[in-house]
């Protein structure tokens, strides 16, 4: 048995008698299971997740904690793990995804599966998306196993395959249609952006209570095909380039919900006086048009949380440089606020491009509507406890993701689900994070992100003080 140093703390009468960890001493452990899973290669496609739950099944069973596996491809597995509680209270779910997106092995400077710890970082696919989550939720099992604290509810890690972008539903589909009992609960933990470092300190910790949902379409322009050398009017290449044209520089209207208001006034509450007139200005009348476009230009990121997005992302016509194609379509990635009508927006959009020669068609839908977690409960108040004590001084923020996660299928349950991640700068977010040509997570924020969800989880699940 690995050596395992605990002390008791209770920072009030109100909390739950949680088992605090020698940090220092883990470290070691931390980065040899996290490194061990990023040099698991699960790109999908194919996936080939099951390398990563072989490997999490060992390391749990070895301490004890029984496993079960559920797949529709024996290839691509998903992993589930309970530790009893008392049943005084629904379980907690803590969870991440095995699989990583496809790499460009010529954009990185290192061996993106070799874990290469340099400057201060450590490289790899996966580092934030989403083996840290990963790697936080296996040691957050192991530590409540070591510990033998006593539990009010069940602790259930779900390593699930299949997240990114894939449309075989393998992972979080196939467990809520066919193994919904193995992970209903009564809150989840699960991948979200995290905190932000500025000036060498943490100073917002962002937990995602909502998301934008996918609502992709095509746009297809019908023409008559021909020779290259005879101009035609009905040149279904340039009925799609104007259709795209309109709906890429499309203004959507500002809608703000009650999650990302509470953002805009929680970050210019802290901060500079220049930030907090802008923030602050998106619902002054006067000033939200240059509140919009400042934040279209400069912060695209708020300027989505404002709005549903239309964002054109694939071009497809033609056969060669002499042939005017009959067809031509565009791929336009909509990621819509919860409540939109996705039925009065194809109408608002069918409007924008004006054109009967260009049909919008919709693309299957990857996940659900729900309504945003909650912000008065245990679970985000547990949250909030952990930011301060991991990063004294920041601010929680309540966060509606501008991308999407499995965690829509959850919220669509009835599960009070949040997302969460490590802290890194503005520049590792915008160039070295999810998706990005190059990833990687600084060593320190790594330990702190272990650190950060422990004490969330043991605030909710482990049994109060009597």
């Known amino acids: ?22 940090w220092d001493q883990q470290k070691s452990e931390i980065l040899r299971h996290f490194r061990a899973l990023l040099q698991i290669d699960t790109s999908n496609p194919p996936g080939n997740e099951t390398q990563a739950v072989d490997y999490l099944k060992k390391v749990l069973e070895a301490e004890g904690i029984a496993t079960k596996t559920f797949s529709i491809d024996p290839n691509r597995a998903n992993l589930v793990a309970r530790l009893k509680g008392n049943g005084s209270k629904r379980p907690l779910l803590i969870m991440a995804h095995t699989d990583v997106v496809r790499v ?12 290469v710890i340099k400057d201060g970082y450590i490289w790899g696919r996966g580092t934030t998306d989403d083996k840290d989550k990963l790697v936080a939720v296996l040691m957050s099992m192991l530590f409540m196993k070591r510990s033998g604290a006593a539990l009010d509810r069940d602790l259930i ?22 193994h919904f009992d193995e992970i209903d609960a009564e809150y989840a933990l699960s991948e979200g952006p995290g905190a932000l470092i500025e000036n060498g300190r943490v100073t917002t910790v962002e937990v995602t209570t909502s998301e934008k949902i996918p609502r992709r379409v095509r ?10 050398s005879i101009p035609r009017e009905d040149n ?3 009925h799609l380039s104007a259709a795209v044209n309109k709906v890429g520089t499309w203004e959507t209207p500002m809608r703000l919900n009650d999650t990302t208001r509470t953002y805009f006034e929680k ?17 002054d009348p006067r000033r939200s048009a240059a509140a919009q476009r400042y934040l279209a230009q400069y912060e695209p990121a708020h300027n989505s949380m404002l709005r549903t997005s239309v964002v054109p992302t694939m071009l497809r016509a033609g056969i060669g440089p002499n042939v005017i194609p009959s067809e031509a379509e565009a791929s336009i990635d909509i990621r819509a606020l919860p409540d939109e009508d996705t039925a009065q927006f194809i109408d608002a959009m069918k409007k924008v491009i004006g054109d009967p020669a260009v049909h919008i068609v919709p693309m299957p839908e990857t996940r659900p509507a729900a309504p945003p977690s909650r912000r008065d409960n245990e679970m985000y108040r547990a949250l909030e406890h952990a930011g301060n004590s991991v990063y004294p001084g920041s601010t929680t923020l309540p966060t509606m993701l501008t991308a999407a996660t499995d965690m829509a299928l959850l919220r669509a349950k009835g599960i009070q689900s949040y997302g969460i991640g490590p802290a890194l700068t503005a520049d590792d977010f915008a160039n070295h994070s999810w998706h990005s040509d190059v990833e990687r997570i600084p060593e320190t924020s790594l330990y702190q992100f272990v650190e950060y969800t422990w004490r969330a989880v043991t605030e909710v699940a482990v049994a109060a003080r009597k």
């Open 157 to 178: 890690l779900l390593a699930e395959s299949g997240e990114e972008a894939d449309p075989t539903g393998v992972g979080i589909r196939f467990m809520v249609e066919n």
């Open 236 to 238: 279904a290449v340039i």
């Open 219 to 228: 746009l297809v322009a019908s023409g008559t095909s021909g020779h290259g």
């Open 267 to 283: 970050l210019a509450a802290i901060s500079t006086p220049e930030k907090a007139a802008r923030y602050n200005g998106l619902l």
């Open 1 to 22: 048995m690995k050596k395992f140093i605990l002390t008791l703390w209770c920072a009030s009468a109100a909390f739950a008698q949680a088992p605090a960890v020698d």
């Open 104 to 115: 460009q092995r010529e954009k990185w400077p290192v061996d993106p599966f070799a874990a």
